[in-house]
């Protein structure tokens, strides 16, 4: 029998079954009232997600498109950006900022270490007149497994007073708090194949008012990822353009089963998975990536192993247990593994996969104690 | 007991259960060889449906999403394009192009009208500095019924031999034929929940050599629809942003079923369709927005009654039977209703509508003899 395959990987994830079936009903008409009703249920439960008042808005693209649509709705060629770079995301969004010509000052850290806020204060402070239209942060790095300090970083912005925040908040909402009102985020982007328990196809835009203010005077040209015709749309609970409306039936089931579990059982649960994941990787002494808890993302640990070749370990997780761990990207392929514990992701699959990588490491003669890394999450759990 | 609906508008489409089923299978990675053989596949019978040996490339996006790709990866600021005009859809092309600072030349005909093969030429002919670098066709007008004359109009661009050809298809691949390599058709644009039998979620964009070659010297910003990011990655049967995966699984099945049926028959059908409708239709005396039978769109049957209010009919239809058929747009809505008959409709939906047409006209009041639709439609089915 050929191994069914388990995802923990930063995306796609696991998807609850009610979700999928949901997604498989017969499309509706997206002009009719029951999409009307759909989105409107859909657009209250995506607000409490997002602890806002604010706009949230709902794009058929991936991330990168959401992500893009949160740039060039807001700025205007040749406006300066500032951009926190620690892992890959970071650096797309720069060389994405650098393709719409506007004028991009990274602060870079090496990958596996956190943005430090100082920097950002500082770059703020020395801005007297006003010249930085916004900073980009990517709050959780999935590249690496850094949680960024953006409740720190999102005051220094607030502090400058003119620069708006866009956030890549891919792999954090949903898993960790993003509470928008309270830090004040004015632009705060997300994805469906991940914290939402859903397939890929949406993306997510949520927007300040300070935000629509910036929107008024930004010119790059924009279609399709207009934002204000979103917005215009959104008032009668209806789209632009076609929207997915499978993925919306989804989405509805999701955030309802979210909803129900409530905000901070479901942080505390990330948390959890998170912890013990940790625990074990260090009981088997595997080096985490990211060694620091205090930074460490919920969503996905970076193994950095030195004793056993990283793409062997993953094939073999893969091969022989169908456990499907991710790879290092950019650089850090073939150095890295990454295990994702985001999405519909309960506590047996941690130890699924703890249990898999013991095996694996064991059939790989990586000298550790078997059973280690098991009673490590095991603790976790047990709230020990 | 509530009706449950029967979408006969011209998409989203009914859609086979097997291609639902398909969507609802647990996400697959997308950095992994079940999506690169998943999309492979995908890719050669997206090949075949357009009739073509160049590349046809996916986004996540609707149908407009695709259309703006297949505008800005071509053209530069300042361009001029011709844009044929005469619904919603070529109008909305122009806008787009004007918002992207194209200089648009719009060759305009009153709705439910073809546009003029001849016309185009002279356009085309007049241009003797080479200066016009695209000519943007909608092949079938969904906001009126109208099958724009395509062969003839794309053999003027060619004749010209520089203008690319961008032509949007949304409601005519895979409805009717769409030989882009016949044809000689440079930019093609489709989207999944029309001829596709498809939830909508997906764009595609069919580019020739000629267009890649203006591709190099085209400087719009673009980057999360980039297209030659999409051909990079296709190369090696992979995306380069995370792709609705669900809706790729969907794609396959309803991919492999059309294939089963074969072009001519797939063709065959849709003709039969419209005829049954537009018979049914004449039959009851109910005005067809496009008489000509040369030029209507086997995808969708405008009707312009005169004797019952248009919206009346509609509500009556989807309230007592559960029809949905669609209503006019922009400046025809409250005029017009659309029957649509694309995506997977059977001849057994036909004789439904039709049945419930004239139920509904007779509650109405309106003047018709009883059961002449329906054995109108009946007729073309026989092939009498």
Redesign the interface.
């Known amino acids: 029998m050929k191994n069914p395959?388990m995802?923990m990987?930063p995306?796609?994830?696991?998807?609850p079954e009610q979700v999928?079936?949901a997604?498989?009903?017969?499309?509706?008409?997206?002009?009719?009232q029951?999409f009307r009703d759909l989105m409107a249920d859909i657009t209250a439960n995506l607000k409490w997600l997002h602890q806002t008042q604010n706009d949230v808005l709902i794009l058929?693209?991936?991330?990168?498109?959401a992500m893009?649509a949160g740039i060039i709705n807001f700025l205007s060629?040749g406006d300066r950006v500032l951009v926190g770079c620690n892992g890959k995301f970071g650096d797309r969004w720069a060389h994405?900022c650098e393709?719409?010509?506007l004028i991009t000052s990274r602060i870079t850290v090496p990958w596996g270490k956190p943005l430090d806020p100082e920097v950002f204060r500082q770059h703020l402070e020395a801005d007297q007149d006003k010249q930085i239209k916004a900073v980009i942060v990517t709050h959780s790095e999935t590249s690496t497994g850094i949680l960024n300090d953006l409740e720190t970083i999102s005051r220094h912005i607030k502090a400058h007073g003119q620069a708006l925040s866009i956030i890549d908040a891919v792999t954090s909402l949903g898993i960790c708090p993003v509470p928008v009102d309270e830090w004040g985020l004015d632009v705060v982007v997300s994805?469906s194949?991940k914290g939402y328990r859903m397939?890929?196809?949406l993306g997510f835009v949520c927007v300040s008012p300070q935000a629509w203010q910036a929107y008024e005077m930004a010119r790059?040209?924009?279609?399709?990822?207009d934002l204000g015709k979103c917005r215009t749309d959104a008032a009668t609970h209806t789209t632009?353009?076609?929207?997915?409306?499978?993925?919306f039936f989804a989405l509805q089931v999701s955030l309802a089963m979210m909803k129900a579990e409530g905000l901070s059982s479901l942080f505390a649960h990330q948390q959890r998975l998170m912890q013990a994941t940790r625990a074990a990787v260090r009981a088997l002494e595997l080096p985490l990536f990211v060694p620091d808890d205090s930074v460490a993302s919920p969503a996905v640990t970076g193994i950095a192993p030195d004793r056993v070749a990283p793409e062997t370990l993953r094939f073999k997780l893969q091969q022989q247990y169908g456990v499907?761990i991710?790879?290092g990207q950019d650089h850090m392929r073939g150095k890295l593994v990454r295990i994702g514990h985001l999405g519909y992701v309960c506590d047996r699959n941690i130890l699924t996969t703890i249990a898999a990588l013991e095996a694996a490491l064991s059939t790989l003669d990586y000298p550790c104690q078997s059973g280690a890394g098991i009673q490590a999450a095991h603790r976790i759990f047990n709230g020990c």
Chains 1, 2 share one sequence.
Do not use: C, D
Request: net charge positive.
């Open positions: 395959l995802l990987i995306g796609p994830t696991p998807v999928l079936f997604s498989a009903k017969l499309p509706i008409s997206h002009r009719s029951a058929a693209s991936s991330g990168t498109g893009e060629p994405v393709q719409f010509g994805a194949q397939p890929p196809g790059f040209p924009r279609f399709y990822l632009p353009f076609t929207p997915p409306v499978n993925l499907v991710a790879a």
